[in-house]
Every structure is written in structure tokens, then in C-alpha cells.
């Protein structure tokens, strides 16, 4: 009698088991994750919000370890790191990466997206899953889409105020051909150069200005060696969240998705900072005496129509499919 208890207690433990879905699989994990902007960035907040997440979920054994300002290299040399597997992730604007992957010019081409809704429509739909899936046949996995934002030109000889006035002046651009093409459109010196020499060759005056958005402005205190901001949103450019391939393929299916949904909720926190910061950095650029100029409207469609030469100039080498998947979405979104 005792044993058929004994048996009969089993049974059930057996199917109360077997009813459970299986243990959450987390390795003790050490994650280093590059940003070359400074931590009072936006992506502090996103990088924090991604931390806390993964620590949740993964009951303690997923940690994230940020690294700023470029400590562990710029943009380019992180996500080559990533490639190689000697780094786990990087916070990365596209545009350094049309090198490795040319399609990501698409999000270089000038006064692409009108607003910050355009531009979450596109990264988080079809055209940013399109995109996903090249970037991991070069060995990059995206995590998500963050805000870099809208950018502005800043420079230390005069207000740009229409597209005449870039005439001459030596604007750092990014290593990037589609940067490289517009700003030479518009008349400027364009130098390529990288993130983190910026600061030093305005400092310097080895270059007159250099071009982003507010909050980076901001935060790598380029104000403070700048006297001309004008508001000229010629391109927005997203951030990447890129996980190694070639370490993420040894990771269980569990920590997969817990990355996943972790940068997506860092996602939206880093976004609603980065455009509530948006603004407050546009005020302390003004308060150090910094002179801010908007476009009228009719110089900025000057602008855009001046613009023109350098889509039609790209688009065989971003891929004409991949600009074309690009205009219809943008053109289905403006019709609703
Ligand atoms: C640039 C970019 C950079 C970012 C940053 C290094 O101008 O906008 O600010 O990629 O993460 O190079």
C-alpha cells in the first residue's frame, strides 16, 4: 500500500514536471558593450536600462560592462572587433560601417526622414528587419535601432543660413562617402575624419565645424569650441546595437531573446531621453553663447533640391533595390 503511494506520488511529480516548461538557460556572463560617445549621453540611460533588464531576467548571470568616449576604439574598430569575436557588443552609428556593409548608406542620404516618427516607422518595420538581415550575413547581429538623431551643423566662421554659405568652410564629416558627397554638394571642404579626433581639430581650428545632433553637441562639449549652430536636420542617423555573430551563435536560445527584449526596452527609454534631452541641450548650447539659427523654409527646400544629386549619385552603390524598398515605404507612411 505504502509503495503504491510511493509510486503514485512519483507519477504525478513526473507529469507536474514534464508540464513545466524546461529551466531558463544563463551562463555566468561578461558582456562589453563600446559607446564613443560619453556616459551623460543618452545611450547612459539606454546602456542602464539594457543592464538592469538582462540582470532580471537572467536571475543575476548576464552583466554589462559599458565602456565610453571611444575607450575601447571608435566605432569602426569596435564593431570590427565584433566581427573578429573579441568583443561582445557595441552602441555604433551606422554610417562609419557602409565599409563593411554598403546598404547602410541608405540612412545617410540627405533629408531622408522628415521627423523622429518616420524615422521609428522605418527602423522598427520591414525596411530596419531588411537591413537586420544583411548585417548578419557580415557577421553583425542588430539588436535594435536607437537614436542617434537629427543633425546640426556647427561651425566657428559664420551662421549657414542657405546652402551658398558652406562655401569654403572645412567641415569634418564622417568616413563616409554619402557625408563626403553632400557636404562637397553644398560647396564645403569636406574632411573625413573620425569621432574621436573631432574635438581636438575644432579646438585646434584645423577644421571649422563638424556636424550632429544636439545632445552630442552636448555632451562632447564641442559648443565650447564652436560659435555658429544652424538648424539644419540634413540627415538622421540611427545608432546600431550590435551583438558579435560569432558569440552570440554559442549563447542558449534563453539569453538570445533576453538580449533581444532588453535592447528593445533600451530602445525606447534611450529615445525618449535622447529627444527630451534633445531640447535642454539646445538651450545650454545657446546659454554659452553659442548664436543658434534656424532655415527658413524656403532656403531649407533650396537645400533639399540642392541635395538631390547626391541620391541619385548613391543609390547604385547602396543598392538600388534596397533605396527603392526604402522610397516606397517612406512614400506609403506619407500618404496615410
Ligand atoms: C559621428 C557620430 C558619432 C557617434 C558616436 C561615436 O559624428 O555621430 O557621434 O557614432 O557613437 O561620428
Redesign the pocket.
Same mark, same amino acid.
Given at each position: 500500500m505504502k509503495a503504491l503511494k510511493y509510486a503514485l506520488a512519483a507519477g504525478v511529480a513526473v507529469t507536474l514536471l514534464s508540464a513545466l516548461p524546461a529551466a531558463a538557460q544563463f551562463t555566468e556572463r561578461n558582456i562589453r558593450l563600446s @559607446? &564613443? #560617445?560619453n556616459e551623460d549621453h543618452p545611450n547612459g540611460k539606454g546602456v542602464e536600462t539594457f543592464r538592469t533588464c538582462l540582470a532580471d531576467k537572467s536571475g543575476g548571470k548576464m552583466k554589462v560592462q559599458g565602456f565610453w568616449g &571611444?575607450a575601447l576604439g &571608435?566605432?569602426l574598430q569596435a564593431t570590427q572587433a565584433l566581427r573578429s569575436g573579441t568583443q561582445e557588443m557595441v #552602441?555604433? =552609428?551606422s =554610417?562609419?560601417l557602409i565599409g563593411i556593409l554598403p546598404e547602410l548608406g541608405v540612412f545617410d542620404l540627405p533629408f531622408l526622414f522628415s521627423n523622429e516618427k518616420e524615422a521609428d516607422a522605418i527602423l522598427d518595420g520591414e525596411f530596419g528587419k531588411h537591413i537586420d538581415a544583411k548585417l548578419e550575413g557580415v557577421g553583425l547581429v542588430n539588436l535594435a535601432y536607437w537614436e @542617434?538623431g537629427f543633425r546640426n551643423l556647427t561651425n566657428s566662421r559664420r551662421p549657414v543660413e542657405k546652402w551658398e554659405d558652406f562655401k569654403g568652410l572645412k567641415v569634418r564629416v564622417?568616413q563616409n562617402n554619402v557625408f563626403l558627397d553632400t557636404f562637397k554638394n553644398m560647396g564645403a571642404n569636406a574632411v573625413p575624419m573620425a569621432?574621436g579626433e573631432?574635438f581636438t581639430a575644432l579646438e585646434t581650428k584645423a577644421i571649422d565645424g563638424?556636424e @550632429?545632433p544636439f545632445v552630442?553637441i552636448d555632451t =562632447?562639449k564641442f559648443y565650447e569650441v564652436q560659435k555658429y549652430l544652424s538648424v539644419t536636420r540634413h540627415a538622421y542617423?540611427p545608432?546600431l546595437v550590435l551583438y558579435s555573430k560569432r558569440l552570440w551563435d554559442d549563447l542558449s536560445k534563453d539569453e538570445q531573446a533576453a538580449l533581444r527584449e532588453c535592447a528593445v526596452k533600451a530602445r525606447d527609454e534611450q529615445r525618449k531621453v535622447s529627444r527630451e534631452l534633445s531640447q535642454a541641450s539646445l538651450e545650454k548650447i545657446k546659454g554659452s553663447g553659442v548664436i543658434v539659427n534656424e532655415l527658413n523654409e524656403q532656403e531649407a527646400n533650396r537645400m533639399r533640391d540642392q541635395a538631390k544629386a547626391v541620391w541619385e549619385k548613391h543609390a547604385s552603390t547602396i543598392g538600388p533595390e534596397t533605396v527603392k524598398m526604402m522610397r516606397d515605404e517612406l512614400e506609403k507612411m506619407r500618404k496615410k
Amino acid at each position: 500500500m505504502k509503495a503504491l503511494k510511493y509510486a503514485l506520488a512519483a507519477g504525478v511529480a513526473v507529469t507536474l514536471l514534464s508540464a513545466l516548461p524546461a529551466a531558463a538557460q544563463f551562463t555566468e556572463r561578461n558582456i562589453r558593450l563600446s @559607446n &564613443g #560617445v560619453n556616459e551623460d549621453h543618452p545611450n547612459g540611460k539606454g546602456v542602464e536600462t539594457f543592464r538592469t533588464c538582462l540582470a532580471d531576467k537572467s536571475g543575476g548571470k548576464m552583466k554589462v560592462q559599458g565602456f565610453w568616449g &571611444g575607450a575601447l576604439g &571608435g566605432d569602426l574598430q569596435a564593431t570590427q572587433a565584433l566581427r573578429s569575436g573579441t568583443q561582445e557588443m557595441v #552602441v555604433t =552609428s551606422s =554610417s562609419p560601417l557602409i565599409g563593411i556593409l554598403p546598404e547602410l548608406g541608405v540612412f545617410d542620404l540627405p533629408f531622408l526622414f522628415s521627423n523622429e516618427k518616420e524615422a521609428d516607422a522605418i527602423l522598427d518595420g520591414e525596411f530596419g528587419k531588411h537591413i537586420d538581415a544583411k548585417l548578419e550575413g557580415v557577421g553583425l547581429v542588430n539588436l535594435a535601432y536607437w537614436e @542617434n538623431g537629427f543633425r546640426n551643423l556647427t561651425n566657428s566662421r559664420r551662421p549657414v543660413e542657405k546652402w551658398e554659405d558652406f562655401k569654403g568652410l572645412k567641415v569634418r564629416v564622417m568616413q563616409n562617402n554619402v557625408f563626403l558627397d553632400t557636404f562637397k554638394n553644398m560647396g564645403a571642404n569636406a574632411v573625413p575624419m573620425a569621432f574621436g579626433e573631432v574635438f581636438t581639430a575644432l579646438e585646434t581650428k584645423a577644421i571649422d565645424g563638424q556636424e @550632429n545632433p544636439f545632445v552630442t553637441i552636448d555632451t =562632447s562639449k564641442f559648443y565650447e569650441v564652436q560659435k555658429y549652430l544652424s538648424v539644419t536636420r540634413h540627415a538622421y542617423t540611427p545608432f546600431l546595437v550590435l551583438y558579435s555573430k560569432r558569440l552570440w551563435d554559442d549563447l542558449s536560445k534563453d539569453e538570445q531573446a533576453a538580449l533581444r527584449e532588453c535592447a528593445v526596452k533600451a530602445r525606447d527609454e534611450q529615445r525618449k531621453v535622447s529627444r527630451e534631452l534633445s531640447q535642454a541641450s539646445l538651450e545650454k548650447i545657446k546659454g554659452s553663447g553659442v548664436i543658434v539659427n534656424e532655415l527658413n523654409e524656403q532656403e531649407a527646400n533650396r537645400m533639399r533640391d540642392q541635395a538631390k544629386a547626391v541620391w541619385e549619385k548613391h543609390a547604385s552603390t547602396i543598392g538600388p533595390e534596397t533605396v527603392k524598398m526604402m522610397r516606397d515605404e517612406l512614400e506609403k507612411m506619407r500618404k496615410k
